[in-house]
């Protein structure tokens, strides 16, 4: 996967937003990549900034939240320096979101074609009506609900298939990249799994690339390609997601992935606990923002932030453990293959 | 039509009901059995007490209670009003119903004005908030809702009638006009038309500006506020975010998306402004001298007829919840969540 | 492990914060008040101004008498004087030999003055005695004879002629034949005061527009404060209990609360005064019954709201009682409407009440109140247009007060409107 073309590069991204205590850095210098045709795990605590993530990436952060630096490249082209009119353009057609809860996340008055009618002629305002609902009605048929539900609203159909016409409005328009934010969170065990089942699906025949913004490991595990771990508003640890599973070299992912409960009924493995609780991200703290809960922390990781550097191929990890230093007193590990 | 709306229809007649008769049995109880003497003030210190009780004993007063509420409410049923103390003891319908249309003419373009004003002030403000414009609206709109219509109305004659003689004073016609005017429905727009009697129509249409304009803007100052606390609501909510998402424009997402979805709660808050409205009414014949229903219930206080009064106030209430009963139906059809 | 914080590129963040920010929590609570206003914005400042007209006119309402220079149901000067015009002053002409004598001197000596027949003199004159008969000492009374004339010729003639002591005339009409008669002179002028204009005016009877309206802000603040208190007091015990016990007493309440409301406030507001009669308490109570629905709902609807919150459910469960629940869990969450409510009450409150006496069906007709005022100078518009603008004014501006720091309290206050 690593080989394959980049579809968009995050550099650099910083998004803060005013709170009456003060500053809130809730995205902090994060870079990283998303291939084309990957599908991409983002994974960490509520509040560690991977929903900020998710709607930065189209640029929807409103007010008191802002993106105070760095540049997104879709395209060969950085959509910061995007006008208004080039954002509507982008959003929906170049990369699309799938949003966590279908009733809310659809207009009480606007039938299901409409919906779909609409996204369409938004954005290719020559095609006709009828021409856009023959293509909703074909791409509703593929997600699995009868065309002859299309004229229903939303409060007259079930949950899950409101879920899947909010799939189908982000794939109407063929976006390149789909970010799932919390779209399983809402659904009951039985439903997530179908749906993971179709987006696994939905990457096969269309050959999109996704990024899945979840708090369930489990479901990462299954779904993604790549997983990448967030902490505090940084991107701690990203790589190959057996590669991560197997050997978590961070920490917290170390931390994250002990925490999931076991089904085995083990006497030694008693649920796991981080010590600890997330930080204020007014002043967060110093140097790596993990150090007070690490229990590996070292005398430079309260004064230093690392660096994401790769430890191997494909690999990214944000610790002093793997980072040299002259500063570090203590010798760093090889990472081995 | 579906089971859900039917449903909601049926309750919502039966709920008309119980509220006219509480409002209607509050008035009766009002003129009766609150202190003071409603005879004694209406015939005057010096008529004899006989005098006084023949009058009682023809209005029936000196029954008891029961009884004079059974009837009363018979009466109100049946629309039987009783007749005026004066005036040659005209029956209170046909007064009522001959001063009807001036209320009407006024209302109805003032509510339009007050709709039109709220809601686009109302989305436009949601739309821009805490940028300088919101901040001036909200406070035009306060404005507006603090000033007292009549004042807001005599302020308007000075300027408009008196400095700047573009508007005339008061009443609905000009008066030598009105002697060759023929009023079959006693709307004077409609009449003017039907008979194409168009320097009358331009006459009721001067008349009718000042006065709606007046009451349509004093009213506005609530609508507005209404209006943009529901938009800002609406605004932040998921459909509209994942409409964004999908590269609607913001003016789409405000004025066609949210706007159609806060049109629901409007429109029972329209409903509610009617009251409101009424009120206005009552204020603004009184400045401008239009003879519609609520300049005559100020006089028929004035004059003491009681009986006058208690069927007007009746009528009003029985207006106020039909209203009230029209907005709730338009809503049902307005709102698919209820008609399917 | 140390601790020390080292300037670090990535930790600008964090230096930038302003140090007030950080502490707001261990800041007292004027303090913090003053700082929300960073956070509030524009809301914040209105709320401010607001506060501080209200200030202002309450301290009106409570000492009238400080600021209002005259008794407001006082002739004090000629009907319909415009604003800050002083009055034609009218003058005593005597014979030069008298000098500067005053309308006392002649009322001290013989006692004759006179004046041109049906003309303002007269009233001047009746005005300047009765001032000298207010401060004379105990049981001494000045009663001037007055001739009149039927010209101002004959009357001065009289004058020259030693007929009469004094005559009073205005300035205007003297300047023009006064040359003719060397003997005589303007001695004074009737009253000292007379010079003074009303910086608002008079209306048809004389009185001071200015007084009038300093003294209205006392009624306006009464009648609209109390029935506000009145409503709340009903209005709040009933919206917590009907919410909280629920059941058929809950559904009654609603649909007579909901039937009042709906109903046009002032035509109910109108029917209860003119069946109770004129008379400041009456008034009170006929406003008070229209904003007791108000209260009722929003403390309803809140209580309901709260009842079904999980941290009471949990309270419950732990078998707090009700009235435990109620004073600790609902009512907390009730207070911040509550007052809101009160303070765009208050100004709709003095609205309706200026509306009532507009139409005339409020206070008795000698109160100096707004609504009276804009009813009496409704007839004068063309003329004396101070009469009502003045009065209208001022119920604008106090109903604008209250209603402004109702409105950005509730800006404030109300958690759907913030932006988190």
Redesign the interface.
């Known amino acids: 996967m690593t080989d394959n073309k980049v579809l968009m590069q995050i550099r650099d991204l910083s998004v803060e937003y005013k709170t009456r205590l003060g500053m809130v850095s809730a995205v902090d210098h994060v870079s990283f990549e998303i291939y084309e045709g990957e599908i991409l795990g983002l994974v960490g605590e509520s509040g560690c900034g991977k929903s900020t993530m998710g709607k930065a990436l189209m640029r929807m952060i409103q007010p008191p939240g802002r993106i105070s630096g760095g540049q997104l490249i879709f395209d060969d082209e950085d959509i910061m320096t995007y006008d208004q009119k080039q954002m509507q353009a982008f959003r929906g057609r170049k990369v699309s979101m799938i949003f966590q809860d279908p009733m809310t996340s659809l207009n009480p008055v606007q039938r299901m074609d409409e919906h779909l009618v609409e996204a369409i002629q938004v954005h290719f305002p020559e095609i006709s009506k009828e021409e856009a609902l023959v293509k909703a009605s074909e791409l509703i048929e593929r997600l699995g609900i009868q065309s002859n539900r299309m004229s229903s609203y939303p409060h007259q159909l079930s949950g899950g298939m409101r879920q899947r016409v909010m799939v189908a409005l982000g794939l109407i328009l063929n976006a390149n990249l789909i970010i799932a934010d919390e779209a399983t969170t809402s659904l009951d065990v039985i439903v997530e799994a179908k749906l993971a089942d179709e987006f696994r699906d939905i990457r096969e025949e269309f050959g999109v690339t996704m990024l899945v913004i979840t708090h369930n490991i489990a479901l990462v595990a299954e779904l993604s390609d790549r997983l990448a771990v967030m902490y505090a508003g940084h991107v701690v640890e990203i790589g190959d997601v057996y590669h991560v599973f197997d050997d978590p070299l961070h920490p917290y992912t170390k931390g994250l992935l002990h925490s999931v409960p076991n089904i085995k009924l083990d006497e030694e493995n008693e649920l796991y606990k981080m010590p600890g609780e997330p930080p204020n991200l007014t002043h967060p703290p110093s140097g790596c923002r993990f150090h007070p809960r690490c229990p590996k922390a070292m005398d430079i990781c309260s004064r230093l932030e690392p660096d994401l550097i790769e430890v191997e191929p494909g690999r990214h990890v944000k610790c002093w453990l793997y980072e040299d230093h002259p500063e570090k007193t203590e010798s760093t590990p090889e990472v081995a293959k | 039509m579906s089971n859900s709306l039917r449903r909601y229809l049926i309750t919502r007649v039966l709920m008309t009901i119980p509220m006219v008769l509480i409002l209607v049995t509050m008035i009766f109880f009002i003129m009766r059995v609150l202190p003071g003497d409603p005879i004694r003030s209406q015939l005057g210190p010096r008529v004899s007490e006989e005098q006084a009780d023949a009058l009682r004993e023809r209005l029936g007063l000196n029954r008891p209670l029961i009884v004079q509420y059974v009837d009363f409410i018979g009466d109100m049923v049946t629309f039987n009003f009783g007749t005026a103390l004066t005036q040659g003891e005209r029956p209170i319908k046909d007064e009522l119903g001959e001063r009807l249309p001036a209320t009407i003419e006024l209302t109805i373009p003032a509510i339009t004005i007050t709709a039109i004003i709220g809601i686009f002030s109302g989305a436009y403000a949601a739309k821009n908030r805490k940028k300088p414009i919101d901040y001036i609206i909200r406070l035009l709109s306060i404005v507006m809702s603090s000033i007292p219509i009549f004042f807001m109305g005599l302020v308007f004659q000075i300027l408009f009638s008196v400095r700047i003689p573009i508007f005339p004073l008061s009443g609905r016609m000009d008066t030598l006009m009105l002697t060759t005017f023929d009023s079959p429905t006693n709307f004077y727009v409609i009449d003017a038309i039907i008979t194409r009697n168009w320097p009358a129509l331009w006459s009721a249409v001067t008349h009718l500006i000042m006065p709606s304009v007046t009451l349509g803007l004093a009213l506005s100052g609530v609508f507005v506020r209404l209006t943009r606390v529901n938009m800002i609501e609406m605004l932040q909510s998921d459909f509209i975010t994942a409409g964004r998402a999908r590269g609607i424009a913001e003016n789409r997402l405000v004025y066609k998306h949210a706007l159609r979805n806060t049109f629901i709660p409007i429109l029972t808050m329209l409903g509610l402004q009617f009251a409101i409205l009424l009120a206005g009414a009552v204020l603004t014949e009184t400045t401008f001298s239009l003879p519609g229903v609520g300049r005559y219930l100020v006089d028929r206080i004035q004059l003491r007829d009681y009986t006058a009064v208690q069927s007007t106030i009746a009528v009003f209430a029985m207006f106020v919840a039909g209203v009230s009963l029209l907005m709730d139906i338009l809503y049902a059809f307005v709102d698919p969540r209820i008609r399917y | 492990?140390?601790?020390?914080?080292?300037i670090?590129p990535?930790?600008e963040?964090?230096a930038?914060?302003p140090e007030w920010?950080?502490d707001?929590d261990k800041v007292g609570f004027v303090r913090r008040l003053f700082l929300a206003r960073k956070?509030y914005?524009?809301d914040w400042w209105?709320v401010a101004i607001s506060a501080v007209f209200l200030l202002f006119f309450i301290i009106v309402g409570i000492f009238p008498q400080w600021f209002a220079p005259y008794d407001p149901s006082a002739e004090v000067g000629p009907s319909l004087l415009a604003p800050g015009v002083a009055p034609s002053s009218y003058v005593l002409v005597a014979p030069i030999e008298s000098g500067n004598i005053t309308v006392k001197d002649i009322g001290d000596k013989t006692n004759n003055i006179g004046f041109v027949i049906g003309s303002p003199a007269s009233q001047s004159l009746r005005e300047a005695t009765d001032a000298l008969n207010d401060s004379a000492p105990e049981g001494v009374r000045y009663q001037p004879r007055q001739m009149r004339y039927e010209t101002l010729e004959e009357g001065l003639d009289a004058l020259a002629a030693g007929e009469i002591d004094g005559f009073v005339a205005s300035p205007d009409e003297l300047s023009e034949v006064l040359d003719k008669y060397p003997t005589l002179q303007i001695a004074n002028t009737l009253r000292e005061d007379a010079s003074k204009g009303f910086v608002m005016g008079t209306n048809q009877i004389g009185q001071d527009v200015f007084s009038r309206i300093i003294w209205g802000t006392r009624i306006a603040l009464i009648v609209g404060l109390s029935s506000a208190m009145i409503s709340l007091v009903i209005g709040v015990p009933l919206g917590l209990i009907s919410g909280f016990v629920g059941g058929p007493l809950d559904r009654v309440l609603t649909?007579?609360m909901?039937?009042?409301?709906?109903?046009?406030?002032?035509?109910l507001a109108?029917?209860?005064a003119?069946?109770?009669?004129a008379g400041i308490g009456n008034i009170i109570v006929s406003i008070a019954v229209l904003y007791i629905p108000t209260y009722y709902r929003i403390v309803r609807g809140q209580t309901l709201s709260v009842k079904k919150e999980l941290y009471v459910e949990a309270a419950r469960s732990l078998g707090t009682s009700w009235t435990k629940i109620l004073t600790k869990y609902i009512f907390p969450n009730v207070i911040p409407s509550v007052v809101i409510i009160f303070s765009v009450n208050v100004?709709d409150a003095i609205?309706t009440e200026?509306?009532l006496s507009?139409?005339?069906?409020g206070l008795p007709p000698d109160t100096p109140d707004w609504?009276i005022d804009?009813a009496r100078g409704?007839d004068y518009?063309?003329r004396a247009?101070w009469l009502?603008?003045y009065p209208?004014l001022m119920?604008?501006?106090v109903?604008?007060s209250f209603?402004?720091l109702g409105?950005s309290l509730s800006e404030i206050l109300?958690p759907?409107?913030t932006?988190?």
């Open positions: 492990m140390k601790n020390e914080i080292d670090n990535t930790q963040a964090q930038e914060t920010l950080l707001l956070w914005g524009g209105f649909l007579i909901d039937s009042l409301y709906s109903f046009p406030g002032l035509i109108i029917a209860i003119a069946v109770l009669g100004g609205l200026a509306g507009f139409l005339g069906f609504g804009l409704q518009v063309r247009w009502i603008s209208g119920v604008s501006i109903t604008l209603s402004m409105e109300n759907k409107l932006d988190r």
